[in-house]
């Protein structure tokens, strides 16, 4: 099993600039969340996806958009990064809700400039 | 929203002494409580959980405590380690998603 995984690893954007981060899991977990991690802000949560076919904010959303592409994969887009989004993202799955232990990616270290 | 309070944010001890830290909490609903470890570079990591029902647990060097009264839970880390240098984050579960504290940075000193 790979476990959650996470592309690109690195990425460096223009402000204006669109990507989307792609995330894929092979555990057959139910919950996908996104998450940014920010020097002494601990891990913020941008969006998450509680079961195949639903999607919700979480505490930081402005200026994302999430998939949930079927139950294995949930992407995250930046439509106009700014350099406020620079920061290391997370994607992170439990089989059910919050309530076990939830699965992190590697990250992807963004640099918007 | 919820919140988590972590304290300290910053701990040293010297290798070999205990290091707690504590979390505070405001929503007596919370059921589940998870601790991460997050080494340089590298993902974070459940390293143990505690559920509203149980007052401690305990895994080899680490136990974590839990008061439901007062709100908050804590970190028990005895005979520290190098290994064990790493920001550690507490959580608590609430409406489908994990909500973390702004972590601890913890340091062994030799």
């Known amino acids: 099993n790979a476990g959650v995984t996470q592309t690109p690893k690195f990425q460096v954007l223009k402000t204006g600039q669109s990507m989307t981060l792609q995330c894929a899991q092979d555990m057959n977990h139910n919950s996908m969340y996104w998450y940014r991690q920010d020097p002494g802000m601990g891990l913020r949560l941008i969006y998450y996806?509680?079961?195949?076919?639903?999607?919700d904010k979480g505490e930081v959303p402005n200026g994302y958009n999430v998939s949930r592409l079927n139950k294995r994969e949930f992407s995250l887009r930046l439509e106009s990064a700014a350099p406020s989004q620079t920061s290391v993202y997370f994607c992170?799955?439990?089989?059910?809700?919050?309530?076990?232990?939830?699965?992190f990616g590697p990250g992807t270290r963004l640099t918007v400039t | 929203g919820e919140n988590v309070e972590q304290h300290p944010s910053t701990l040293s001890v010297q290798e070999g002494d205990s290091a707690v830290i504590k979390c505070t909490y405001s929503?007596?609903?919370?059921?589940?409580f998870p601790w991460y470890k997050q080494e340089l570079g590298k993902r974070p990591q459940l390293i143990i959980d505690i559920r509203s029902n149980v007052g401690e647990k305990k895994d080899q060097r680490i136990a974590v405590t839990l008061n439901k009264t007062a709100k908050h839970f804590s970190l028990h880390i005895t005979e520290t380690q190098p290994e064990d240098s790493a920001v550690y984050f507490c959580a608590l579960f609430r409406d489908d998603k994990i909500i973390f504290g702004k972590g601890t940075r913890l340091h062994i000193l030799p």
């Open positions: 929503d007596s609903a919370s059921n589940y």
């Open positions: 992170a799955s439990s089989p059910i809700g919050g309530r076990v232990e939830q699965y």
């Open positions: 996806s509680a079961s195949e076919g639903t999607t």
